[in-house]
């Protein structure tokens, strides 16, 4: 056989396995009859650092704004966010968080200082969205609030002072000063994070340094509202590093009555290879999407590595893994401010978002909590503004597709996931979860991973009727923009049953959740 030949039955070879694969039909079964674990809903949690336009412009945007607000706040932002039935949000940092010293925070707005944020593009600070406009904001979206102490350059009164001045109904002069400044009732902190990856950015340590100062933070950062308890989360392991991971289970496991924690945090970033990110957000082509997807796709790696470690120490599954920073982190928009973390949003982000909590989902009783990284204007957002306009993200519908499997209760799927190859990269064709929702319906979530062409599944079930939505795009880089912000939107979709079976066909590169009605 020549070249020409060799190539040309190489590139039918190609065409006809590809045609196959797509023609292919995969069988699906949800086992409905072997419930799992409750996927705790807190794993759709959001971070909102001060960073960029993240917090300033994103949320706070100050009572005399022109942009409609309620004391401040975003009134856009808000309705968009109660969609997402938001569970909590983290704040202040991030990195910002070890070096936030909240009494610049409280106060007449008029007399707080400006101070510097080193950590993201040196600029000013002014402190106006602190303790009270956070604990606003996450009451105007119906969330509960995880706030992260300072570890890295604050000091355990401090922390200590913080939690006494939100939590305490005692006449104190902390409770005092809270009432002066507009809440006499103590607030409800649901978590508490005990620094922020103090490995790195909140000091450095070794995990065995970090263990001694988590011991005097986890005694000393007492909430007192006995009617509203608060998680500790500890900082946890960077990725696949597992130092953090082994130092502070053992030091759980060996604790004493004076200090206890709920959690250990976890961070990892769909990146791609080398730092600082490079992978483009807009204008990519199939190369780049596997590329990514691969990467996000680690997470489940991630979680069993560490889940193991943590189960030799915690068989009990006491201590949640809290994923409290995922997300693709791109290279930044051109033209943005440098430090700022601006990004646009693609469908390939949409499918990243739907993977990942799919991952968590299949982990759910370890990984009861996760936050994507960050909620408005920073990273893989889910809203973007500029001045009194806003979009959705393609990540934001995801997150509201999603709702009815907050809290639901997992349900095994059986399915064949197939294989797409680009080069060496070999990803599964599609991914599923299904569970039954605190409504009593039974949800099913497809992922769609292949962009090069539709999934033909057939559902057998006894359900009559699977209606839902699909959120597709026509390539795989699509985006919303401010003057196309439908371009990647749920559409609504149905399909009968057919003697105990469903068929459904998912554009490439898609997301779909559906209800079986029946
Ligand atoms: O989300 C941006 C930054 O990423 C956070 O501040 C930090 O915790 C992480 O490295």
Request: hydrophobic share 40%.
């Amino acid at each position: 056989m020549n070249l020409k030949s060799a190539l040309r039955a190489f590139l039918i070879g190609v065409s006809a396995s590809a045609s196959m694969a797509h023609a292919q039909t995969v069988p699906l079964t949800i086992e409905t009859d072997r419930p799992g674990a409750k996927i705790d809903r807190q794993i759709f949690g959001q971070f909102a650092e001060h960073l960029g336009r993240g917090v300033y412009e994103g949320v706070w945007v100050g009572p005399d704004s022109s942009i409609p607000n309620t004391r401040g706040i975003r009134n856009d932002v808000v309705a968009a966010l109660r969609e997402l039935r938001v569970p909590n949000v983290r704040w202040p940092g991030g990195c910002f968080a070890d070096e936030y010293h909240w009494r610049n925070g409280i106060g007449p707005l008029a007399e707080r200082p400006a101070t510097l944020n080193p950590n993201w593009g040196g600029v000013i600070e002014p402190n106006s969205f602190g303790t009270h406009e956070f604990l606003d904001f996450v009451q105007q979206i119906g969330a509960e609030a995880y706030i992260s102490v300072n570890v890295g350059s604050g000091t355990p009164q401090e922390a200590a002072d913080w939690f006494e001045y939100m939590t305490t109904a005692q006449p104190t002069a902390l409770a005092k000063q809270r009432a002066a400044n507009g809440h006499p009732q103590p607030y409800g902190i649901s978590f508490m994070g005990i620094g922020n990856e103090s490995w790195g950015c909140g000091g450095s340590m070794t995990p065995e340094e970090y263990a001694a100062q988590l011991r005097i933070y986890a005694r000393y950062t007492r909430n007192y509202n006995a009617e509203h308890p608060t998680r500790k989360i500890a900082v946890g392991p960077d990725g696949a590093n597992t130092g953090y991971t082994e130092a502070v289970m053992k030091a759980w496991k060996e604790r004493n009555w004076s200090w206890d924690i709920d959690g250990l945090s976890l961070h990892y970033y769909t990146v791609g290879a080398g730092w600082p990110p490079k992978f483009a957000a807009t204008g990519f082509g199939v190369q780049e999407y596997a590329t990514l997807i691969d990467y996000t796709l680690r997470m489940n790696d991630l979680l069993r590595t560490h889940g193991a470690i943590m189960d030799k120490y915690d068989p009990e599954k006491k201590i949640a893994l809290v994923v409290d920073e995922w997300g693709a982190w791109l290279a930044p928009t051109p033209g943005s401010k440098e430090g700022f973390l601006e990004q646009q949003n693609s469908v390939r982000d949409a499918i990243i978002a739907a993977l990942n909590i799919n991952i968590f989902a299949r982990h759910a009783e370890r990984v009861r909590m996760a936050n994507v990284a960050q909620m408005v204007n920073v990273l893989q957002a889910m809203i973007l503004t500029d001045r009194d306009k806003l979009v959705l993200t393609p990540s934001y519908h995801v997150f509201r597709m999603y709702v009815p499997f907050q809290d639901a209760t997992l349900l095994p799927v059986k399915f064949d996931a197939g294989t797409y190859a680009n080069g060496s990269i070999k990803l599964p064709r599609i991914d599923a979860i299904a569970a039954r929702g605190k409504d009593d319906k039974t949800w099913l979530a497809i992922t769609n991973i292949d962009p090069t062409g539709p999934a033909q599944l057939e559902l057998t079930t006894r359900a009559r009727r699977a209606a839902g939505q699909i959120l597709s795009a026509p390539t795989v880089d699509s985006v919303n923009t401010f003057e196309a912000p439908a371009t990647v939107a749920p559409k609504s979709f149905e399909a009968k049953s057919s003697g105990n079976r469903i068929s459904l066909k998912l554009p490439p590169h898609s997301v779909a959740v559906i209800e079986l009605e029946p």
